[in-house]
Protein backbone atom coordinates (compact mmCIF):
# COMPACT_ATOMS: atom_id res chain seq x y z
CA UNK A 1 0.00 0.00 0.00
CA UNK A 2 1.60 3.45 -0.83
CA UNK A 3 3.08 5.33 1.99
CA UNK A 4 1.40 8.25 2.43
CA UNK A 5 3.43 11.65 1.26
CA UNK A 6 3.72 14.90 3.10
CA UNK A 7 4.78 18.10 1.63
CA UNK A 8 5.84 21.37 4.04
CA UNK A 9 6.26 24.53 3.28
CA UNK A 10 8.48 26.23 5.56
CA UNK A 11 8.26 30.26 6.65
CA UNK A 12 10.14 32.71 8.91
CA UNK A 13 12.97 33.38 10.49
CA UNK A 14 15.91 30.64 10.94
CA UNK A 15 14.49 29.39 14.71
CA UNK A 16 11.34 28.73 12.05
CA UNK A 17 13.76 26.82 10.10
CA UNK A 18 14.85 24.32 12.91
CA UNK A 19 10.84 23.88 13.88
CA UNK A 20 10.33 22.67 10.19
CA UNK A 21 13.55 20.05 10.27
CA UNK A 22 11.95 18.68 13.29
CA UNK A 23 8.74 17.96 12.08
CA UNK A 24 10.20 16.84 8.94
CA UNK A 25 12.32 14.53 11.09
CA UNK A 26 9.26 13.26 12.97
CA UNK A 27 7.34 12.51 9.68
CA UNK A 28 9.93 10.46 8.16
CA UNK A 29 10.97 8.90 11.70
CA UNK A 30 7.23 7.77 11.83
CA UNK A 31 7.12 5.89 8.40
CA UNK A 32 5.77 9.31 5.95
CA UNK A 33 7.26 10.33 2.90
CA UNK A 34 8.08 13.63 1.85
CA UNK A 35 6.02 14.96 -0.99
CA UNK A 36 7.89 17.63 -3.33
CA UNK A 37 5.13 19.24 -4.93
CA UNK A 38 1.69 20.02 -3.73
CA UNK A 39 0.16 17.64 -6.78
CA UNK A 40 2.36 14.24 -5.30
CA UNK A 41 1.26 15.24 -1.50
CA UNK A 42 -1.57 13.61 0.34
CA UNK A 43 -1.36 16.26 2.79
CA UNK A 44 0.61 19.51 3.52
CA UNK A 45 2.41 21.09 6.31
CA UNK A 46 2.17 24.68 6.51
CA UNK A 47 5.02 26.51 9.23
CA UNK A 48 4.11 29.49 9.46
CA UNK A 49 5.38 32.98 10.80
CA UNK A 50 3.07 35.62 12.90
CA UNK A 51 6.28 37.98 13.94
CA UNK A 52 4.88 41.01 12.03
CA UNK A 53 1.57 41.67 10.03
CA UNK A 54 3.78 41.58 6.38
CA UNK A 55 4.62 38.34 7.66
CA UNK A 56 1.25 37.17 8.93
CA UNK A 57 -0.34 37.70 5.72
CA UNK A 58 2.23 36.03 3.51
CA UNK A 59 1.32 32.60 5.87
CA UNK A 60 -2.60 33.44 5.18
CA UNK A 61 -1.66 33.58 1.45
CA UNK A 62 0.53 29.97 1.25
CA UNK A 63 -2.20 28.74 3.73
CA UNK A 64 -4.43 29.73 0.68
CA UNK A 65 -2.20 28.53 -2.12
CA UNK A 66 -1.41 25.12 -0.33
CA UNK A 67 -5.45 24.62 0.01
CA UNK A 68 -6.36 25.81 -3.16
CA UNK A 69 -3.66 23.64 -4.65
CA UNK A 70 -3.71 20.55 -2.69
CA UNK A 71 -6.67 20.83 -0.48
CA UNK A 72 -5.74 19.09 2.52
CA UNK A 73 -3.58 21.30 5.20
CA UNK A 74 -2.16 21.40 8.42
CA UNK A 75 -0.95 24.38 10.18
CA UNK A 76 1.83 25.07 12.82
CA UNK A 77 4.25 28.02 13.95
CA UNK A 78 4.01 31.13 15.03
CA UNK A 79 0.56 32.43 13.48
CA UNK A 80 -1.08 29.05 15.16
CA UNK A 81 -1.26 30.75 18.34
CA UNK A 82 -4.09 32.41 16.63
CA UNK A 83 -6.32 29.64 15.40
CA UNK A 84 -9.17 31.93 15.59
CA UNK A 85 -7.80 34.48 12.63
CA UNK A 86 -6.78 31.24 10.85
CA UNK A 87 -10.57 29.75 10.66
CA UNK A 88 -12.14 33.38 10.00
CA UNK A 89 -10.19 33.16 6.69
CA UNK A 90 -9.31 29.27 5.90
CA UNK A 91 -12.21 27.46 7.82
CA UNK A 92 -10.89 24.42 5.94
CA UNK A 93 -8.02 23.89 7.49
CA UNK A 94 -7.67 20.58 9.23
CA UNK A 95 -5.87 21.15 11.85
CA UNK A 96 -3.78 24.17 13.51
CA UNK A 97 -0.78 24.34 16.01
CA UNK A 98 1.20 26.11 17.50
CA UNK A 99 5.03 26.83 17.16
CA UNK A 100 7.70 24.12 18.31
CA UNK A 101 5.38 21.45 18.32
CA UNK A 102 6.91 18.75 16.36
CA UNK A 103 4.65 15.96 18.05
CA UNK A 104 1.12 17.88 17.96
CA UNK A 105 1.73 18.27 14.01
CA UNK A 106 2.58 14.52 13.76
CA UNK A 107 -0.63 13.82 15.58
CA UNK A 108 -2.49 15.95 12.68
CA UNK A 109 -0.84 14.27 10.24
CA UNK A 110 -1.49 10.79 11.66
CA UNK A 111 -5.51 11.61 11.90
CA UNK A 112 -5.41 13.34 8.89
CA UNK A 113 -3.34 10.78 6.69
CA UNK A 114 -2.76 7.55 8.45
CA UNK A 115 -0.64 5.05 7.61
CA UNK A 116 -2.19 1.32 6.99
CA UNK A 117 -0.27 -1.71 7.79
CA UNK A 118 2.73 -1.73 8.99
CA UNK A 119 5.01 1.80 8.31
CA UNK A 120 8.68 1.18 7.07
CA UNK A 121 10.67 4.07 9.11
CA UNK A 122 13.17 5.23 7.88
CA UNK A 123 16.55 5.79 9.07
CA UNK A 124 17.25 8.92 9.90
CA UNK A 125 21.03 10.57 10.49
CA UNK A 126 21.76 11.22 14.22
CA UNK A 127 21.41 14.75 13.91
CA UNK A 128 17.85 14.35 11.71
CA UNK A 129 16.90 15.53 9.09
CA UNK A 130 17.79 19.55 7.32
CA UNK A 131 16.52 22.42 5.49
CA UNK A 132 19.68 23.61 5.00
CA UNK A 133 22.87 22.54 2.92
CA UNK A 134 24.97 19.63 4.11
CA UNK A 135 27.46 22.10 4.94
CA UNK A 136 26.14 24.72 7.01
CA UNK A 137 23.51 24.11 10.23
CA UNK A 138 21.45 26.12 12.39
CA UNK A 139 21.95 25.02 15.98
CA UNK A 140 18.57 26.20 18.46
CA UNK A 141 19.63 26.63 21.72
CA UNK A 142 16.74 27.74 23.29
CA UNK A 143 13.11 28.84 22.76
CA UNK A 144 11.34 31.62 23.85
CA UNK A 145 12.43 34.92 25.20
CA UNK A 146 11.98 36.88 28.81
CA UNK A 147 11.99 40.37 27.42
CA UNK A 148 9.02 42.54 26.67
CA UNK A 149 10.03 44.31 23.63
CA UNK A 150 6.98 47.12 23.35
CA UNK A 151 7.16 46.15 19.08
CA UNK A 152 7.63 42.11 19.53
CA UNK A 153 4.83 39.53 20.37
CA UNK A 154 7.52 37.15 20.70
CA UNK A 155 6.97 36.16 24.15
CA UNK A 156 3.28 35.78 23.31
CA UNK A 157 4.03 33.26 20.37
CA UNK A 158 6.88 31.11 21.72
CA UNK A 159 6.84 31.84 25.39
CA UNK A 160 9.26 33.09 27.74
CA UNK A 161 13.38 31.49 27.90
CA UNK A 162 13.71 28.16 27.87
CA UNK A 163 17.48 26.67 27.32
CA UNK A 164 18.36 23.20 26.60
CA UNK A 165 20.92 21.53 28.52
CA UNK A 166 24.07 21.92 27.39
CA UNK A 167 24.67 17.97 27.01
CA UNK A 168 21.84 18.01 24.59
CA UNK A 169 23.61 20.66 22.41
CA UNK A 170 26.34 19.53 22.33
CA UNK A 171 25.68 16.02 21.37
CA UNK A 172 23.39 17.62 18.79
CA UNK A 173 26.41 19.64 17.76
CA UNK A 174 28.82 16.74 17.42
CA UNK A 175 26.41 14.84 15.07
CA UNK A 176 25.83 17.66 12.85
CA UNK A 177 30.03 17.52 12.76
CA UNK A 178 30.09 14.05 12.22
CA UNK A 179 27.76 14.41 9.69
CA UNK A 180 29.45 16.75 7.47
CA UNK A 181 28.43 20.04 8.95
CA UNK A 182 31.04 22.81 8.59
CA UNK A 183 29.74 25.34 10.46
CA UNK A 184 26.91 26.36 13.28
CA UNK A 185 24.84 28.76 13.16
CA UNK A 186 23.76 29.21 17.20
CA UNK A 187 20.50 30.65 17.65
CA UNK A 188 18.20 31.58 19.52
CA UNK A 189 15.73 34.76 20.92
CA UNK A 190 18.53 35.35 23.20
CA UNK A 191 21.28 33.67 22.83
CA UNK A 192 23.40 35.38 25.35
CA UNK A 193 20.94 34.78 27.79
CA UNK A 194 21.40 30.97 27.73
CA UNK A 195 21.29 29.12 30.70
CA UNK A 196 19.26 31.53 32.61
CA UNK A 197 16.40 30.24 33.38
CA UNK A 198 18.02 26.81 34.13
CA UNK A 199 20.08 29.00 36.90
CA UNK A 200 23.30 27.85 35.00
CA UNK A 201 22.29 24.10 36.47
CA UNK A 202 25.55 21.83 35.90
CA UNK A 203 25.00 19.29 32.69
CA UNK A 204 27.67 16.44 31.65
CA UNK A 205 29.37 16.15 27.81
CA UNK A 206 32.10 13.88 27.33
CA UNK A 207 32.05 12.38 30.78
CA UNK A 208 32.61 16.46 32.55
CA UNK A 209 30.82 18.60 33.97
CA UNK A 210 29.77 22.00 32.44
CA UNK A 211 27.38 24.62 33.66
CA UNK A 212 24.22 25.35 31.35
CA UNK A 213 26.30 28.46 30.20
CA UNK A 214 26.38 31.10 27.49
CA UNK A 215 30.40 31.38 27.86
CA UNK A 216 30.97 27.55 28.31
CA UNK A 217 28.23 26.87 25.63
CA UNK A 218 30.93 29.18 23.56
CA UNK A 219 33.85 26.94 24.69
CA UNK A 220 32.72 23.76 24.37
CA UNK A 221 31.29 24.51 20.57
CA UNK A 222 34.36 26.07 19.80
CA UNK A 223 36.35 23.03 19.91
CA UNK A 224 34.77 20.98 17.42
CA UNK A 225 37.29 22.22 14.68
CA UNK A 226 34.42 23.95 12.32
CA UNK A 227 33.17 27.26 11.91
CA UNK A 228 30.52 28.78 14.96
CA UNK A 229 28.90 31.57 14.07
CA UNK A 230 26.78 33.37 16.60
CA UNK A 231 23.40 35.21 16.09
CA UNK A 232 21.10 37.29 18.34
CA UNK A 233 23.16 37.97 21.18
CA UNK A 234 22.36 41.02 23.43
CA UNK A 235 25.12 42.79 24.61
CA UNK A 236 25.41 42.01 28.23
CA UNK A 237 28.85 42.55 30.10
CA UNK A 238 29.31 38.90 30.17
CA UNK A 239 29.56 38.99 26.60
CA UNK A 240 32.65 40.13 26.78
CA UNK A 241 34.65 37.04 28.18
CA UNK A 242 33.45 35.33 24.79
CA UNK A 243 35.37 37.64 22.77
CA UNK A 244 38.66 36.46 23.70
CA UNK A 245 37.42 33.16 22.66
CA UNK A 246 37.64 34.21 19.35
CA UNK A 247 41.16 33.66 18.63
CA UNK A 248 40.96 31.73 15.34
CA UNK A 249 39.80 28.58 16.57
CA UNK A 250 36.28 27.62 15.88
CA UNK A 251 34.43 30.84 17.28
CA UNK A 252 34.47 32.65 13.84
CA UNK A 253 35.19 36.67 15.54
CA UNK A 254 31.60 37.76 14.13
CA UNK A 255 28.75 38.68 16.68
CA UNK A 256 25.16 38.81 15.64
CA UNK A 257 23.85 42.23 17.87
CA UNK A 258 19.51 43.29 17.28
CA UNK A 259 20.78 46.61 18.84
CA UNK A 260 16.96 48.66 17.46
CA UNK A 261 17.93 52.07 17.60
CA UNK A 262 20.79 54.55 19.81
CA UNK A 263 18.26 56.73 20.84
CA UNK A 264 17.63 56.81 24.82
CA UNK A 265 14.30 58.06 24.42
CA UNK A 266 13.32 55.11 21.78
CA UNK A 267 14.81 52.48 23.56
CA UNK A 268 12.60 53.23 26.52
CA UNK A 269 10.03 53.28 24.74
CA UNK A 270 11.11 50.46 23.14
CA UNK A 271 11.71 48.74 26.43
CA UNK A 272 15.15 47.61 25.29
CA UNK A 273 17.57 46.54 27.86
CA UNK A 274 20.63 48.70 26.83
CA UNK A 275 21.33 52.27 26.16
CA UNK A 276 23.77 53.60 22.97
CA UNK A 277 26.78 55.29 24.70
CA UNK A 278 26.63 52.15 26.87
CA UNK A 279 26.86 49.96 23.95
CA UNK A 280 29.01 52.48 22.07
CA UNK A 281 31.53 51.75 25.09
CA UNK A 282 30.98 47.98 24.67
CA UNK A 283 31.68 47.51 21.01
CA UNK A 284 34.30 49.20 21.89
CA UNK A 285 35.87 47.44 24.43
CA UNK A 286 34.75 44.06 22.07
CA UNK A 287 37.05 45.56 19.21
CA UNK A 288 39.79 46.44 21.46
CA UNK A 289 39.94 42.89 22.36
CA UNK A 290 39.45 41.40 18.66
CA UNK A 291 40.33 43.94 16.21
CA UNK A 292 38.96 41.67 13.54
CA UNK A 293 35.71 41.34 14.94
CA UNK A 294 32.44 42.02 12.34
CA UNK A 295 29.65 43.11 13.96
CA UNK A 296 25.95 43.03 12.45
CA UNK A 297 23.20 44.58 13.60
CA UNK A 298 19.71 45.92 12.93
CA UNK A 299 18.01 48.79 13.56
CA UNK A 300 14.17 50.29 13.38
CA UNK A 301 13.63 54.03 12.11
CA UNK A 302 10.37 55.78 12.48
CA UNK A 303 9.21 53.81 15.71
CA UNK A 304 6.15 55.67 17.21
CA UNK A 305 7.43 58.98 18.97
CA UNK A 306 11.17 59.12 17.02
CA UNK A 307 11.56 62.44 16.28
CA UNK A 308 14.47 64.07 13.71
CA UNK A 309 16.50 64.51 17.01
CA UNK A 310 16.21 60.87 18.02
CA UNK A 311 16.81 59.69 14.44
CA UNK A 312 20.01 61.87 14.10
CA UNK A 313 21.34 60.12 17.40
CA UNK A 314 21.02 56.65 15.04
CA UNK A 315 22.68 58.24 12.61
CA UNK A 316 25.48 59.75 14.93
CA UNK A 317 25.78 56.06 16.68
CA UNK A 318 25.91 54.38 13.35
CA UNK A 319 28.95 57.01 12.37
CA UNK A 320 31.16 56.13 15.42
CA UNK A 321 30.35 52.50 15.70
CA UNK A 322 31.21 51.73 12.21
CA UNK A 323 29.50 48.29 12.08
CA UNK A 324 30.27 45.93 9.65
CA UNK A 325 26.64 44.74 8.47
CA UNK A 326 23.98 46.68 8.84
CA UNK A 327 20.09 46.17 8.36
CA UNK A 328 17.54 49.11 8.63
CA UNK A 329 13.84 48.20 8.98
CA UNK A 330 10.70 50.90 8.72
CA UNK A 331 8.92 50.30 11.99
CA UNK A 332 5.63 48.21 11.23
CA UNK A 333 2.94 47.49 13.60
CA UNK A 334 1.85 44.02 14.97
CA UNK A 335 -1.04 43.01 16.23
CA UNK A 336 -1.12 42.68 19.79
CA UNK A 337 2.01 44.66 20.70
CA UNK A 338 1.89 47.20 22.88
CA UNK A 339 4.09 50.10 20.74
CA UNK A 340 0.66 50.17 18.56
CA UNK A 341 -0.61 52.51 21.13
CA UNK A 342 1.97 54.99 22.01
CA UNK A 343 1.42 58.09 20.50
CA UNK A 344 3.14 59.96 17.53
CA UNK A 345 3.06 57.53 14.78
CA UNK A 346 5.33 58.37 12.02
CA UNK A 347 3.88 58.39 8.41
CA UNK A 348 5.31 55.99 6.00
CA UNK A 349 7.19 59.00 3.71
CA UNK A 350 8.95 59.53 6.92
CA UNK A 351 10.10 56.14 7.56
CA UNK A 352 11.23 55.42 4.15
CA UNK A 353 13.18 58.75 3.97
CA UNK A 354 14.87 57.72 7.22
CA UNK A 355 15.39 54.26 6.05
CA UNK A 356 17.34 55.44 2.63
CA UNK A 357 19.48 57.75 4.85
CA UNK A 358 19.87 55.52 7.16
CA UNK A 359 21.34 52.91 4.83
CA UNK A 360 23.37 55.56 2.35
CA UNK A 361 25.25 56.18 5.61
CA UNK A 362 25.82 52.70 6.44
CA UNK A 363 26.86 51.72 2.57
CA UNK A 364 29.70 54.32 2.46
CA UNK A 365 30.74 52.69 5.84
CA UNK A 366 30.39 49.23 5.14
CA UNK A 367 32.52 50.12 1.42
CA UNK A 368 35.30 51.39 3.52
CA UNK A 369 35.79 48.74 5.94
CA UNK A 370 35.22 45.91 2.90
CA UNK A 371 38.42 48.03 0.72
CA UNK A 372 41.05 47.66 4.49
CA UNK A 373 40.57 43.74 3.50
CA UNK A 374 41.75 43.94 -0.02
CA UNK A 375 45.31 42.62 -0.35
CA UNK A 376 44.57 39.88 2.67
CA UNK A 377 44.68 36.66 2.95
CA UNK A 378 41.10 34.66 4.33
CA UNK A 379 39.76 32.00 5.03
CA UNK A 380 36.04 31.31 3.33
CA UNK A 381 33.96 28.17 3.00
CA UNK A 382 32.78 27.11 -0.25
CA UNK A 383 28.36 27.43 -0.88
CA UNK A 384 28.04 26.94 -4.41
CA UNK A 385 29.97 26.03 -7.53
CA UNK A 386 29.09 26.64 -11.01
CA UNK A 387 31.15 26.94 -14.54
CA UNK A 388 32.32 30.33 -13.90
CA UNK A 389 33.58 29.58 -10.61
CA UNK A 390 32.73 29.32 -6.74
CA UNK A 391 30.61 31.27 -4.25
CA UNK A 392 32.24 31.60 -0.78
CA UNK A 393 31.73 32.90 2.97
CA UNK A 394 34.46 34.41 5.27
CA UNK A 395 34.12 34.88 8.77
CA UNK A 396 32.35 37.81 8.26
CA UNK A 397 29.39 36.06 6.39
CA UNK A 398 26.67 34.14 7.58
CA UNK A 399 24.78 32.88 5.37
CA UNK A 400 21.54 34.73 3.06
CA UNK A 401 21.81 37.63 5.25
CA UNK A 402 25.22 39.00 4.70
CA UNK A 403 28.03 39.44 1.64
CA UNK A 404 29.58 37.05 -0.15
CA UNK A 405 33.07 36.04 -1.94
CA UNK A 406 33.58 35.77 -5.36
CA UNK A 407 36.12 33.16 -6.77
CA UNK A 408 36.04 33.45 -10.42
CA UNK A 409 37.69 30.50 -11.88
CA UNK A 410 37.50 28.78 -9.10
CA UNK A 411 35.61 25.53 -10.81
CA UNK A 412 37.34 23.07 -9.23
CA UNK A 413 36.23 23.64 -5.61
CA UNK A 414 33.81 22.06 -3.79
CA UNK A 415 30.45 23.14 -1.39
CA UNK A 416 31.71 22.82 2.10
CA UNK A 417 35.23 23.23 1.10
CA UNK A 418 36.97 25.54 4.00
CA UNK A 419 40.56 27.55 2.33
CA UNK A 420 42.54 30.35 2.33
CA UNK A 421 42.03 32.88 -0.09
CA UNK A 422 43.75 36.62 -1.28
CA UNK A 423 41.40 39.32 -1.44
CA UNK A 424 41.71 41.36 -4.69
CA UNK A 425 38.80 43.57 -4.97
CA UNK A 426 35.46 44.89 -2.74
CA UNK A 427 32.68 47.08 -2.75
CA UNK A 428 29.82 47.85 -0.53
CA UNK A 429 28.74 44.34 0.52
CA UNK A 430 30.99 41.70 -1.24
CA UNK A 431 34.64 40.44 -1.81
CA UNK A 432 36.32 39.27 -4.60
CA UNK A 433 39.30 36.75 -4.09
CA UNK A 434 41.87 34.60 -6.05
CA UNK A 435 42.60 31.13 -4.93
CA UNK A 436 46.35 30.56 -4.60
CA UNK A 437 47.78 28.81 -7.14
CA UNK A 438 50.09 25.60 -5.66
CA UNK A 439 53.69 26.37 -6.25
CA UNK A 440 55.31 23.80 -9.03
CA UNK A 441 56.89 20.57 -7.48
CA UNK A 442 60.62 20.98 -6.98
CA UNK A 443 62.56 18.61 -9.35
CA UNK A 444 64.95 16.86 -7.32
CA UNK A 445 68.58 16.01 -9.52
Avoid at 279 to 308: H, K, N
Avoid at 333 to 347: E, M, S
Amino acid sequence: MPVPKIGLVSLGCPKATVDSERIATALRGAGYALGTSYADADLVVVNTCGFIDAARAESLQAIGEALAENGRVVVTGCMGQRAQDIAAIHPSVLAVTGPHQPDAVLDAVRRHAPLRGRPRVARLPAHGLRLTPRHYAYLKVAEGCNHRCSFCIIPQLRGDLVSRPIGDVMAEAEALVAGGTQELLVIAQDTSAYGADLRYAPDTWRGAELPTRFAALCRALGSLGVWVRLHYVYPYPHVDGVIGLMDGGGLVPYLDVPLQHASARILKAMRRPAGGARTLERIQRWRALRPELTIRSTFIVGFPGETEDDFQALLEFLDAAQLDRVGIFEYSPVDGAAANALPGHVPDEVKAQRRQRAMALQEGISTARLARRVGTEIEVLVDAVDADGALARSHADAPEIDGVVHLPGAAHLRAGQRLRVRVVAADAHDLTAQVPTPAPARQVA
